[in-house]
């Protein structure tokens, strides 16, 4: 029986991630990253607050763009980020790949960073979603000590 309930469960989800992914649909978020849950050579903890809108241009495919501020940790100064990406939502399951490409600034460091995503989206309403999701941005200026591996956890909304 529980796994009846849960196949059930699973099918509901899949259902119910179709209808947001169709073209023509706009998406919000905030996440947050680091809390120490990142690494690069330079850093020794951080904290990430970030912001992204994106439209759904066909079905499955997003284009997005983004803004946040980080804080590097005791001596470092905060930095903020812009910039474009995309995703694709792979079998309307809630599962995306994403591409990216911020401009980063801070008073003496300023960096191009293209980055990577793969994450998943927990639908907790049709509309509501939990997304975490690891990603990789490559640093132009040092690669090892700016290019960072981390994890993200971001709240969506789809219109």
Not at 87 to 110: I, Q, T, W
């Amino acid at each position: 029986m529980k796994k009846i309930l849960i196949m059930i469960t699973m099918l509901t989800m899949t259902m119910v991630a179709k209808a947001q992914f169709e073209a023509g649909t706009t998406y919000v978020n905030a996440s947050l990253s680091g809390l120490d849950l990142s690494y690069n050579g330079t850093e020794e903890g951080k904290f990430n607050f970030g912001a992204m809108a994106g439209y759904f241009i066909e079905d499955n495919w997003l284009v997005d763009v983004q803004a946040g501020v980080s804080h590097l940790g005791k001596g470092h100064r905060a930095v903020i980020t812009g910039g474009v990406g995309g995703r694709y939502y792979v079998e309307d399951n809630g599962l995306f790949l994403g591409v990216n490409a911020k401009l980063l600034l801070s008073k003496g460091h300023n960096d191009i960073m293209p980055g990577i995503e793969a994450g998943y989206c927990f639908f907790l309403n049709d509309k509501l979603t939990i997304e975490p999701s690891v990603y990789y941005d490559q640093s132009f200026r040092k690669h090892s000590d700016y290019s960072t591996v981390g994890l993200k956890v971001s709240l969506g909304v789809y219109f």
